[in-house]
């Protein structure tokens, strides 16, 4: 498989292909970009804090599929933007 610099994975990301270090121990890991957008808010918890009809604007940002399957936001370490082990994602089927 063709590794990359993190440049290359960002250009990946940014094109909508999903990407992935080589060296990460969780299966099925993978990084994806989140484009833009805004809602109005209508449930719990941001009920409370910023009140109905508020409209949130979230930047894009890249979020990670964990391996246990949930996703959160991701942040870059040093490693990851240094090293060239970067990858696109394929799903286990698909490997």
Known sequence: MLKMNFGEALKA????????????????????LVQRSEFEVNRQPLLNIMGRGTVVKYRAHIDMKTADGSCVPWLASQSDLLDEDWMLYQPPEQQ
Not at 13 to 32: A, E, F, P, T
């Open 13 to 32: 990301l940014k094109s909508g292909l999903l990407v992935q270090r080589s060296g990460w121990n969780g299966i099925d890991m993978y990084l994806y």
